[in-house]
């Protein structure tokens, strides 16, 4: 086995602890935490992939901007810090890992019937092409994402502003 | 290298996160499921892209679109819930039944 399939196998076996972690541990910061782990791994794969790009947009905006989002709404919700009993719905345990098993034992039997023998060859992928190739043949596309994302700001801001008419003085 | 290892992985990633959608009683854990999610989404699309050797790269350019709309979804995620908790006091989801009689 050579060293890049040995790498490639330690990555996917931590990217699966840290996931989860991310959703059986009962402490809010270290699931954030973990999906911080979760996502650096992911782009740790794509790297050994060498979709360097994608990569580095993976890095920059969910490690940049998305967990420390995160981080303000587990603060500004006050959900308790450190370990808290409640987190979780005792009683829906069971149901979710059986549904999540279900899923996860039918989509593993098609994958892996359905991609027997597939390889990968890691050829390199360019960046400077994949930049041409989303301004031009993906420009369309391109401009409607960051229209959305516009939108999304706006109406995040307008959500979540204070509106001094409708909130009480008693409220925050 | 197979791809059956990395597909499973990302099977089990996308589990994960509805096991934590079902599960998790804090909206804020359900957004970071959410995002368990998409991820594992990213990661399919990775690898197919790579598998196909795609002269257009559209595995690669749909996972940026995924990861611009992924930052659009949690910034609105998180000022629903800052609105639900402002009227509530609470960010648990069992409490926010406003449209059940």
Same mark, same amino acid.
């Given at each position: 086995?050579?060293?890049?399939?040995?790498?490639?196998?330690?990555?996917?076996?931590?990217?699966?602890?840290?996931?989860?972690?991310?959703?059986?541990?009962?402490?809010?910061?270290?699931?954030?935490?973990?999906?911080?782990?979760?996502?650096?791994?992911?782009?740790?794969?794509?790297?050994?992939?060498?979709?360097?790009?994608?990569?580095?947009?993976?890095?920059?905006?969910?490690?940049?901007?998305?967990?420390?989002?995160?981080?303000?709404?587990?603060?500004?919700?006050?959900?308790?810090?450190?370990?808290?009993?409640?987190?979780?719905?005792?009683?829906?345990?069971?149901?979710?890992?059986?549904?999540?098993?279900?899923?996860?034992?039918?989509?593993?039997?098609?994958?892996?019937?359905?991609?027997?023998?597939?390889?990968?060859?890691?050829?390199?992928?360019?960046?400077?092409?994949?930049?041409?190739?989303?301004?031009?043949?993906?420009?369309?596309?391109?401009?409607?994402?960051?229209?959305?994302?516009?939108?999304?700001?706006?109406?995040?801001?307008?959500?979540?502003?204070?509106?001094?008419?409708?909130?009480?003085?008693?409220?925050? | 290298?197979?791809?059956?290892?990395?597909?499973?992985?990302?099977?089990?990633?996308?589990?994960?996160? $509805?096991?934590? !959608?079902?599960?998790?009683?804090?909206? @804020?854990?359900?957004? %970071?499921? *959410?995002? =368990?999610? &998409?991820?594992?989404?990213?990661?399919?699309?990775?690898?197919?892209?790579?598998?196909?050797?795609?002269?257009?790269?559209?595995?690669?350019?749909?996972? $940026?679109?995924? !990861?611009?709309?992924?930052?659009?979804? @949690?910034?609105?995620? %998180?000022? *629903?819930? =800052?609105? &639900?908790?402002?009227?509530?006091?609470?960010?648990?989801?069992?409490?926010?039944?406003?449209?059940?009689?």
């Amino acid at each position: 086995m050579e060293i890049y399939e040995v790498v490639t196998y330690f990555t996917l076996l931590l990217l699966l602890f840290s996931a989860a972690r991310v959703v059986t541990t009962s402490n809010v910061i270290h699931a954030a935490i973990s999906l911080v782990f979760t996502l650096a791994l992911t782009a740790t794969l794509f790297l050994l992939l060498s979709t360097q790009f994608v990569a580095l947009v993976l890095v920059l905006v969910y490690i940049g901007a998305v967990i420390v989002l995160f981080l303000f709404g587990v603060m500004i919700t006050r959900a308790p810090l450190g370990k808290n009993a409640e987190l979780d719905n005792d009683k829906n345990k069971l149901i979710g890992a059986t549904i999540s098993g279900a899923i996860f034992l039918l989509f593993s039997y098609i994958l892996i019937n359905g991609f027997d023998g597939e390889i990968v060859i890691t050829s390199g992928s360019s960046t400077e092409l994949l930049g041409e190739i989303l301004l031009s043949r993906f420009v369309f596309p391109f401009e409607i994402v960051s229209f959305v994302l516009l939108a999304a700001l706006i109406g995040g801001i307008t959500l979540a502003r204070k509106d001094e008419a409708l909130v009480d003085e008693d409220q925050i | 290298m197979i791809v059956q290892p990395v597909l499973v992985t990302a099977a089990a990633l996308f589990s994960l996160g $509805i096991y934590g !959608i079902l599960v998790r009683r804090n909206a @804020v854990m359900v957004l %970071l499921s *959410i995002e =368990l999610i &998409l991820n594992a989404v990213n990661i399919n699309f990775i690898i197919f892209d790579s598998m196909l050797a795609d002269s257009l790269m559209q595995g690669q350019i749909f996972t $940026i679109f995924i !990861i611009t709309i992924a930052a659009a979804e @949690v910034g609105i995620g %998180l000022a *629903i819930v =800052l609105m &639900l908790f402002r009227n509530r006091q609470t960010a648990n989801i069992n409490e926010f039944d406003l449209m059940k009689w």
